[in-house]
């Protein structure tokens, strides 16, 4: 009976996920619905590594700017077509993830962190300074959205709305690719070693490698978002790179709350539509973005999820139901002493 | 070659690197002790620097600058006391996040309060003006501001290593538990370090006013330079904070004279090549 109810949920979930992207474009403007989805992918990869396997980066736009440029780069200067660039910046993405992920893991805690932090830096350093290729402060402009082709069909994405739907379809991908690895034995070994690397080691797990592994994993998602970024605007700004983005990053997969598969995505729309609406009216709002961050941390540090799974048990819904492999309200579980 | 100019990239070096040793020093103090990575440290030499500049216009120099340490100790007192305390039963992910959350609140509020265009700050009358070293002529203030860094965090290392006081930050670090069985108050020596990092952070922000002048992303400029000074010196490790800090400014202001493109992301190689060759830093022991 509870099996049933829990499939039963994470059915009404997936279908709650596909309503929400038809109704997303009718609510905000379709740049930001866009950029929604694409920030998903990105808060997505983060929670895997984070939320599911316990190292926090604070360097995930190395990634993502590494593959906005590769995908800009290619597509002024190559006429690459739009398949291709995607699947170049997934592979730089997991590449440039795989090499710095190798050193970033030899440490973990608070070297593992400033060690994201700072690689994500020196790369800032080179695409502000080599100018030549990247533009330096002024972003890489002029770079075109090629159509969709498909076998012999060709399908134009210059509309946002129509680019809109090319990013939700592979923000869809994206988020089935993660489901499927999350709900996988590879999955549960990543939560086994968030929740003790010690014990998962002494049952004969390679604690590195399969860091190694998340880690990579996650900087190809990362890529693909990045791609797509780059085509939105037609530019890579500078900032697509900078350490701001990491901890944009890292704020919505935690005000959404982290560990399991739909906090990160409530997480990216909370963020991505708060900003919108705010910088409109007021151009100081990441003060208010400092504000919230400093709420959640002190007194919600589940996120949005754990906001809802409260609201229900308040008004007397039936008790939050863990799925295989997810984890409500990490909030309070993590309300413990843990090392790094 | 040209000596001179290599002289003073030398002495720039030298300059900026006592003032990442003294960044470095209370970063290292507040992650060893708490074990926090203060992303806050950065906007608090910023907010140390504005202070100094709207103090030192009703005080004058010296009074501006012994406001701003004053100012920003306090605010890093606040910091831990209603906020990072709050947090010391769950996971230091945590304490990161809102540390980062203050950086944010803190540097929108220098743009808020001081405006976002940059200003400049000559240094006072008294060490206006250069002296002739013999291999280049190098301006007074910045060789004071050096020496009196130097003598400063000198002071803290004996401070640390030789006193009483020193003796219990350095047990807390080691053993905060056991610390606290044997009777010393060590919520009171958390607070005590936090603001004590904060003001160093604060003087160094004020001390660069009339080297570097002002600007509203200051703070988030120096930050990763202070990590990797922690980063390369060793965690909690004050003789490391030191010795790197001046190590990251030389090569980066020698990089500067040989191939400016490379000068700040030189600066990340080093943490990289440091970290691979000695994990637990250059001095530090874990």
Known sequence: ?340 | MNVSLFAGAILNGLVTGMLYALMGVGLSLILGLLNIPNFAHGVLYALGAYVMFSGAKAFGFLGGVLAAVAAIAVVGAAIEYLGVRRLSRVHPDYTLLLTFGLSLILTETIILVWGPVGITFQPPALLAGGVDLGVTVYPKYRLAVMLFTAALVLACYLFVTRTRYGAIIRAGIEDKDTAAALGINIRLVFTLTFAAGAGLAGLGGALMVPVRGLLSTMGLDILPFAFVVVVLGGLGSLPGAILAGLLVGVVQSLMTVIWAPGADASVFALMTLGIIARPQGLLGQR
């Open chain 1, 1 to 340: 009976m509870s099996r049933l109810w829990s499939r039963n949920e994470a059915v009404l979930r997936f279908v709650l996920l596909l309503a929400a992207i038809v109704v997303l474009p009718l609510l905000v403007r379709p740049v930001v619905a866009s950029e929604i989805w694409i920030f998903a992918i990105a808060a997505m990869a983060l929670n895997l590594i984070f939320g599911y396997t316990g190292m926090l980066s604070f360097g995930q736009a190395t990634f993502f700017g590494l593959a906005a440029y590769t995908a800009g780069l290619m597509m002024i200067h190559w006429q690459a077509p739009l398949l291709a660039v995607l699947a170049a910046g997934t592979l730089v993405g997991a590449l440039a993830a795989a090499v710095l992920g190798y050193v970033c893991i030899q440490r973990v805690g608070t070297y593992f962190i400033m060690l994201t932090f700072g690689f994500n830096q020196m790369f800032f350093f080179i695409a502000y300074k080599w100018t030549s290729v990247t533009g330096g402060d002024d972003g890489l402009p002029g770079i075109p959205r090629p159509p969709l082709a498909l076998g012999p069909a060709s399908i134009r994405l210059d509309s946002s709305l129509r680019y809109y739907v090319f990013v939700a379809a592979v923000f869809l991908l994206a988020f089935y690719a993660m489901k499927r690895i999350v709900d996988s034995p590879l999955g549960v070994i990543f939560q086994s070693i968030r929740e003790n690397p010690g014990r998962a080691a002494a049952v004969g797990y390679d604690v590195k490698r399969y860091k190694w592994i998340a880690f990579t994993i996650a900087g190809g998602f990362t890529g693909s978002a990045g791609v797509l970024y780059s085509m939105m605007f037609g530019i890579v700004p500078l900032e697509s790179m900078s350490w701001i983005i990491s901890g944009d990053i890292v704020f919505m997969v935690l005000i959404g709350g982290i560990g399991n598969l739909y906090g990160p995505l409530l997480g990216a729309a909370a963020f991505k539509w708060l900003s919108e609406a705010i910088s409109v009216v007021w151009e100081r709002w990441p003060l208010i973005l400092g504000v919230a961050l400093v709420l959640v941390v002190l007194f919600l540090r589940g996120g949005l999820v754990e906001a809802f799974t409260r609201l229900r048990d308040a008004v007397g819904g039936p008790r939050a139901r863990r799925e295989p492999g997810e984890r409500v309200a990490v909030g309070v579980t993590a309300e413990r002493e843990t090392g790094w």
